[in-house]
């Protein structure tokens, strides 16, 4: 979608740039078009960014459960771990999800990227006693980071759009002021 977006918008500027050059009425009416076009699938993005909001949030949950289960190897761990540590975050909802991963199953224990402070045996879940287990979800933290920056690009969305209606709204007076000093070859 963003590379269609960047191909309208690249030919959008070349058109708007030779209908003001050469005032042409036809290459104006194609630069219009093509702002319009832009502002459309720049509105069907954003909807459907809000309306496919919750389920980009369960795959995630769906997917962070999956790889628990692959968390034996090399690649799966670093990365959960790396997760884990830079959201400040244990498990998908919370730090009982390891509890049901075959990595727990023997040790009762989370890995020490789910500790607060880590130390050597900071994973082992013993009898409720986990004041130095994060506590928060990795799904709760990225959801909340994947808001954080859903806000600020609606924000910059608004802006752009605001822009282009006024670019809209500019393109047709000046086709309109084109076709009333326009005088045709007789």
Same mark, same amino acid.
């Given at each position: ?62 997917? #962070? +459960?999956?790889? *628990? ?5 090399? /690649? ?5 771990? =790396?997760?884990?540590?830079? $959201? ?57 980071? #994947? +808001?954080?920056? *859903? ?5 910059? /969305? ?5 822009? =282009?209606?006024?670019?809209? $709204? ?17």
């Amino acid at each position: 979608m963003l590379v269609i977006v960047g191909v309208l918008i690249f030919f959008m500027a070349l058109s708007g740039i030779g209908s003001v050059v050469k005032e042409s009425i036809m290459a104006m009416k194609v630069f219009l078009i093509l702002m319009i076009l832009i502002f459309l699938v720049e509105i069907m993005v954003e909807l459907s960014t809000y309306i496919f909001r919750s389920q980009v949030y369960s795959n995630l949950n769906n997917d #962070i +459960e999956q790889s *628990f289960q692959d968390y034996d190897e090399i /690649s799966t761990q670093g990365l959960l771990d =790396q997760l884990q540590i830079k $959201f400040r975050c244990c498990g998908s909802n919370n730090y009982t999800d390891w509890l049901k991963a075959p990595f727990s199953q023997e040790t009762k224990s989370v890995p020490r990227s789910c500790c607060i402070n880590i130390t050597e045996s900071c994973g082992r879940v013993i009898s409720n006693q986990t004041s130095n287990i994060h506590s928060v979800g990795c799904t709760e933290a990225i959801s909340a980071w #994947i +808001e954080e920056y *859903f806000l600020i690009i609606r924000g910059t /969305s608004v802006c752009f759009a605001f822009g =282009q209606v006024i670019g809209i $709204f500019i393109s047709t007076l000046y086709i309109k002021k084109l076709k009333d000093i326009y005088i045709p070859d007789y």
